[in-house]
């Protein structure tokens, strides 16, 4: 599932929990769905932000053996 996607039911979640009219036994459900997606979505933004890491050093990586080949 697409982190957007992870996000729009995080949201809906929270907004059922909110109004306040679930049964303790339901929002401990609701709760619980709404931690995994946290989770799912934290993991997504690490996956991220790794890529993007990559990227970046491997665009200095570039960048300094040009500046080496220049000197």
């Avoid at 709404?34 to 050093?57: P, R």
């Amino acid at each position: 599932m697409a982190f957007e996607e992870h996000m729009k039911q995080l949201r809906e979640l929270t907004q059922k929990l909110e109004q306040g009219n679930l049964s303790l036994e339901e929002a401990v459900n609701v709760y619980t769905q709404g931690m995994q997606l946290a989770a799912a979505c934290q993991e997504e933004l690490q996956t991220a932000k790794l890529q993007i890491s990559k990227q970046t050093v491997s665009m200095q990586e570039k960048e300094d053996a040009a500046d080496g080949n220049e000197a």
